[in-house]
């Protein structure tokens, strides 16, 4: 995501490095430069030129001061724009509703059904809600029995009275059933079609007359690219948007269409899908945007996601071992079950500052050895855990029978953990020298 416009506007900008001024002489490379990476990166192209006029406009308005440099002052320019053309502040989704109800609309294989599970499941973790999800699609079974395999997933109750009723008679009984159930928050996965059609708009229309609803979301898949803008306003024109949902963000998409969708529509960018894991929302904040298009990190993400997923006080305790020597492979094990909580750790390692630029972005962790790992511990004893240096030869035959690993990778395990904790007693004894 974002990943390749970020790095020709990087390079764009490192051409003025080293100069005493900005003129329009030394900064129309790195517009120039600028301009084709949103063009080949899909963003519209009267947005691009809009875009680039701004820039270089307030570049050349700008007085550059003794204690700032050049290039800090024009990829500050740069990124105020960014932020400006995604939306400038983040508009929350609303939650407060008694009950909350909210429509999702898309067309059909957008990400509804899938991102109506995310919504639900976010609103659980983060507000703290009582959600219920209806099942809308009265033209596809599949679509319900999607939505009820989701819903079971995530423990969250699904309302479907199946195909036989039209939306609006479900979607009444469903408000009946959250009543009397305490679900404080609704979400209505509708139909979708292959494109726009009278007979869609009509029904997602007769569903926003009937019933009031506090949110109505499209759910657009950014790989669509361009198009995606003439999808979001044929439906904001029917049914007055109150936001949108960009999905599969994490896939070879461009990225593009997130810079033209504020901008051309009016619409506000809520979410962004970026993993199919059932965690993987983004709300979208257009400053932390800004920051990952030019690698500058998204360090407030990352600290999120650490705080949702891990247990604090058992990575304290972890962290007190670590310090004392006293970190075993039973505590290796429980270090493993937190870092796997976090999700895909290369999505991670893209959210840390200069991340491209040391090579992080291209990092492909592959799940399986994590998993090897886990096996080769679990074959273990309790007191082989705690006494790693009492595994010999034998003991290594008997683990490796059990977790169907060889002993190589078993002795590999066994180093790289003796030298992990060599180096945090370096660490914690002040002996070891940072290399910088």
């Known amino acids: 995501m974002f990943e390749y416009m970020g790095d020709r506007i990087n390079n764009a900008i490192k051409n003025i490095r080293g100069m005493g001024k900005i003129s329009e002489e030394n900064i129309d490379a790195a517009v120039r430069e600028i301009r ?4 080949e990166a899909d963003v519209n192209f009267e947005v691009t030129k809009q875009f680039v006029a701004n820039v270089k406009e307030k570049a050349l308005g700008m007085e550059v001061g003794k204690s700032i440099k050049p290039d800090e002052l024009f990829i500050k320019i740069v990124r105020d724009e960014l932020v400006l053309l995604l939306g400038e502040e983040e508009v929350p989704l609303r939650t407060d509703g008694h009950p909350t109800i909210i429509m999702m609309a898309g067309l059909q294989g957008s990400g509804k059904t899938t991102t109506s599970g995310k919504i639900a499941n ?8 009582k959600p219920l999800l209806i099942a809308c699609d009265v033209y596809r079974p599949a679509a319900i029995d999607q939505l009820k395999s989701l819903g079971k997933s995530l423990g969250i109750p699904v309302y479907d009275e199946g195909t036989s009723k039209k939306p609006n008679e479900i979607i009444e009984s469903a408000l ?6 305490g679900h404080d928050y609704i979400i209505i996965d509708t139909a979708g079609r292959l494109q726009i059609d009278e007979d869609l708009m009509n029904e997602l229309v007769d569903i926003s007359e009937k019933f009031k609803l506090d949110e109505t979301l499209l759910v657009i898949d950014a790989m669509m690219g361009q198009d995606a803008i003439n999808v ?5 024109e029917k049914l007055k948007l109150t936001g949108a949902v960009l999905t599969k963000m994490d896939g070879n998409t461009k990225g593009g269409v997130a810079l033209s969708v504020r901008h051309l529509t009016q619409v506000p960018i809520k979410f962004i899908g970026d993993s199919e894991k059932m965690d993987g929302l983004t709300s979208f904040d257009p400053k932390r945007m800004a920051d990952r298009i030019l690698d500058m990190g998204d360090i407030l993400s990352v600290v999120e996601k650490v705080e949702d997923s891990i247990d604090v006080d058992e990575a304290t305790d972890l962290a007190k071992k670590m310090q004392k020597g006293k970190f075993d492979l039973e505590d ?6 937190q870092i796997k909580k976090l999700g895909p750790l290369e999505n991670l390692l893209k959210m840390l500052p200069g991340a491209r630029k040391a090579g992080l972005a291209n990092v492909q ?3 399986k050895e994590m998993a090897h790992l886990e096996a080769i511990i679990l074959s273990m004893t309790v007191y082989e855990r705690k006494h790693p240096e009492e595994i010999k030869h034998s003991r290594k035959q008997r683990i490796s029978s059990g977790c169907g690993r060889s002993v190589e990778e078993i002795n590999r395990l066994l180093n790289q953990f003796e030298q992990m904790k060599k180096m945090m007693k370096q660490f914690s004894s002040g002996n070891m020298k940072m290399p910088f």
């Open 365 to 367: 962790i592959d799940p």
């Open 332 to 337: 290796f094990l429980n270090t493993m079950k």
């Open 232 to 236: 979001i306003k044929g439906f904001d």
């Open 36 to 39: 084709m990476a949103l063009l």
């Open 176 to 181: 009946d059933f959250a009543k009397e159930n």
């Open 122 to 129: 976010y609103v659980r973790k983060k507000c703290g809600k």
